[in-house]
């Protein structure tokens, strides 16, 4: 395959973890849910991890409406401080946003004083006709706006979790460039995917991401794509950092110097036979000391995990106290989702905490009042509940 950026270099995949439904595609009964390939690879010239076949994009259309996605916030008061320090930011000054995921963001901006201000309207200014859509249709629609000069312009647009999901990130870009005043910036926010593939952290991969960025991918890409770096950041987080780069376009030919050599990656198919082997054996374990194992939580991340690793047989029971999913069936399996009422009548779990780690915390804390014997362990490598480390 032909790399999703340069369109030059031919990428390598490094791994293909098999077919697998789209995670949001709840369904009540037997329904047969489509799969597709998934696989990771990587482009030697412009140092980019990218999926290596793209799901349908139709495919990742939400079929409920109340499929979304948050992001961990506890940096933006630092990054709206930060971009009001930019040399041309003032009172004056439009700040804006191209999705629902720049709300919060731009609220800061408003208790600040700073009311000129705007979110792209999916219906108004995209012409999205579907209420149910997310990221898929708007990035979509962005990259596809033949006179997107018609938009309002602004001094400030905050691209918050989006480039990741961009099936033509070039003309993407490009009409966010159009998008903004002269002297102007665009403020990108990405996950970074710089331990998770160094430590084989396979609740990274989601179908809906096509680019895994680390920092010196996402600065040669921001850099090739014809943006000055005005600032950069790596915002740590438990489970997983943030990369932020404020840009400005550039007006010169002069160009970042990155070492773009190889970073160390350790998904392969070999690593990936021996993690699925050591995982089934620790669960059986468990299983002849007559626990129930259950997973908690039915985000992509949780859903990645069953389905790269093959846990489906070996699960029990999948809990999600979101009343909107109670008795569905978890996207490609026959597993029904149940509140956690469910588990005040066991006496024996294993759980798998599939949530982000503020959830952890508070579903321990719920778990622990039931006083049964139980056993936490979690999908993400960087808890301190990681199964494979106990393995």
């Not at 998008?179 to 809906?208: A, H, T």
């Amino acid at each position: 395959m032909i790399c999703k950026f340069c369109d030059i270099q031919k990428t390598s995949e490094l791994i293909n973890f098999g077919s697998f439904p789209v995670c949001h595609k709840f369904s009540k009964g037997d329904k047969k849910i489509k799969t597709f390939k998934l696989g990771l690879s990587y482009c030697d010239d412009c140092n980019l991890f990218q999926i290596s076949k793209p799901f349908p994009l139709n495919e990742l259309k939400p079929i409920h409406n109340w499929i979304n996605y948050n992001e961990p916030e506890e940096h933006l008061d630092n990054l709206v401080n930060t971009i009001l320090k930019l040399k041309y930011v003032n009172k004056k000054s439009t700040i804006s946003g191209i999705s629902y995921k720049e709300i919060s963001t731009i609220r800061r901006f408003s208790k600040k004083g700073y009311n000129k201000n705007w979110i792209l309207n999916p219906f108004k200014d995209l012409r999205i006709k579907n209420k149910k859509h997310n990221l898929e249709t708007i990035q979509k629609r962005i990259s596809s706006i033949k006179n997107i000069k018609k938009l309002k312009k602004t001094d400030v647009l905050i691209v918050r979790h989006i480039l990741e999901h961009c099936y033509d990130i070039k003309r993407f870009i490009n009409n966010l460039k159009k998008m903004v005043k002269k002297n102007g910036y665009i403020v990108f926010e990405v996950p970074d995917c710089e331990q998770s593939l160094l430590r084989r952290d396979y609740v990274m991969m989601w179908e809906e991401h096509i680019f895994y960025f680390t920092k010196k991918s996402f600065l040669n890409l921001l850099d090739k794509a014809g943006f000055k770096i005005e600032y950069f950041e790596r915002y740590k987080y438990s489970y997983e950092s943030i990369l932020i780069a404020i840009v400005s376009i550039k007006n010169t030919s002069e160009k970042l110097s990155i070492d773009l050599s190889k970073p160390k990656v350790f998904f392969n198919n070999k690593n990936l036979d021996k993690d699925r082997l050591v995982i089934k054996k620790k669960i059986k374990k468990y299983k002849e000391k007559n626990y129930n194992i259950c997973m908690f939580g039915t985000g992509h991340s949780a859903l990645t995990f069953i389905n790269i690793l093959k846990l489906e047989k070996q699960i029990d029971m999948i809990i999600d106290d979101d009343n909107n999913k109670i008795n569905m069936n978890l996207p490609g399996s026959s597993l029904k989702i149940k509140n956690s009422k469910i588990l005040q009548n066991m006496n024996k779990i294993l759980i798998f905490l599939g949530v982000n780690f503020e959830s952890e915390k508070k579903i321990v804390k719920k778990i622990n009042k039931l006083n049964l014997k139980v056993k936490y362990f979690s999908v993400y490598k960087n808890s301190k509940y990681n199964f494979l480390k106990y393995a």
